[in-house]
């Protein structure tokens, strides 16, 4: 009976860490995309890098500026429809600044 027991706890708290890790929080996100980007960075650079990632007043900021962007772009692709609506936008959001 002890050794069900025990059993049945490590397999609850197996699913549960496997649960835990499904649910990532947003800092989580937000630390596994920043980490996909600082490629080639090492040390006092790596680290500046990821601490302007990791803070929500830059991550505001770029989506923000990402929405301008897509506005921006929309409003001069008034006219264009299916792929060449698609198109433009694919150019026109790539080569603003």
Known sequence: ???LMTMLASAA???Q???AAQ???PQQEKMAACNKEPEG???VERKAFMST???SKTADAKSAAQHEKTKSCSGQ???KKGDEHETFMKDCLS???
Do not use: I
């Open 95 to 97: 080569h603003q600044a």
């Open 23 to 25: 649910h990532k929080t």
């Open 13 to 15: 708290a197996g699913a």
């Open 1 to 3: 009976m002890k050794k």
């Open 41 to 43: 960075k090492k040390g």
């Open 53 to 55: 990632c990791l803070s």
């Open 77 to 79: 692709a008034a006219g």
């Open 17 to 19: 860490a496997a649960d």
